[in-house]
C-alpha cells in the first residue's frame, strides 16, 4: 500500500476505531496520511451511551493539579488523533515519528478539496456493521461536549459544496461541446487518418 506521497483519506462514513487501528498500522510502516472531514466520522453505539462515556472521561484528571492532564480535546479531529495516538508507541522515537506522519482536519480545507480523495473499505459502517445498529456522529457529540466550531465548519462545506457542483456541471457542458465538434468534424479526421496511415502512422 505504501506510496510517496500522502494519502488523502474522507473520513465520511468511517467507523472511528476500524479506521485509527488501520491508520496506525500503515504509518508505522512508513506511510503519510491526510485525513479530512472527521466530524462525519461515526462510533457504533447509540448517541446517549457514547455522550455518557466522554462525559465520564471528561472527569478524569490529576487530583492535585488538573491542568497537569490528561488533557480532553474536543474537536472530531483531535479525538481521532489521540485515539491513533492510543494505538501507537508515541513516546518511542519509532511511534512518535509515525505520529508525525498523520494529518487531521475538519471539512475539507485547500488545497485537498482540489485533490484525489479515498475510503478505506475495511472501515466503513456500510461494509462493516448491520444497517439497523444505531451510530453516534462525531461532529454532533463534539458540539455537545465544548466544540464551538461545527456552524462554522457547515457553513465552509456548503460553500465548498456549491462551488465543486458548479464546477462540475461546467465540465459537463465542455466535454458535451468536445463531442460535438468532434462529431461535426468526423469525416474530416476520418480523412486525415486515412492519409497518415499511408505514411506509417
Not at 6 to 26: N, Q
Not at 87 to 112: D, Q
Not at 171 to 182: D, G, H, S, T, V
Request: net charge positive; aromatic share 8%; proline share 6%.
Amino acid at each position: 500500500m505504501f506510496q510517496k506521497n500522502p494519502i488523502i483519506i474522507d473520513a465520511r462514513g468511517h467507523l472511528l476505531g476500524r479506521l485509527a487501528s488501520i491508520l496506525a498500522k500503515e504509518l508505522l510502516c512508513g506511510q503519510k496520511f491526510i485525513v479530512v472531514r472527521c466530524e462525519e466520522i461515526e462510533i457504533s453505539g447509540p448517541h446517549k451511551r457514547n455522550k455518557a462515556k466522554f462525559l465520564s472521561f471528561l472527569r478524569k484528571r490529576t487530583s492535585t493539579q488538573p491542568s497537569h492532564g490528561p488533557e480532553h480535546f474536543r474537536a472530531p479531529s483531535k479525538i481521532l488523533w489521540r485515539t491513533v495516538r492510543g494505538m501507537l508507541p508515541h513516546k518511542t522515537p519509532r511511534g512518535a515519528s509515525a505520529l508525525r506522519r498523520l494529518k487531521v482536519f475538519e471539512g475539507i480545507p485547500p488545497p485537498y478539496d482540489k485533490k484525489k480523495r479515498n475510503i478505506v473499505p475495511d472501515a466503513l459502517r456500510v461494509l462493516r456493521i448491520k444497517p439497523y445498529r444505531k451510530t453516534t456522529i462525531l461532529g454532533k457529540l463534539s458540539s455537545q461536549v465544548g466544540w464551538n466550531h461545527g456552524e462554522l465548519i457547515n457553513q465552509l462545506e456548503n460553500k465548498r459544496k456549491a462551488q465543486t457542483k458548479e464546477w462540475y456541471n461546467n465540465q459537463k457542458k465542455i466535454k458535451k461541446l468536445r463531442e460535438k465538434a468532434q462529431e461535426m468534424k468526423k469525416d474530416e479526421i476520418s480523412s486525415l487518418k486515412d492519409f497518415l496511415k499511408d505514411y506509417g502512422y
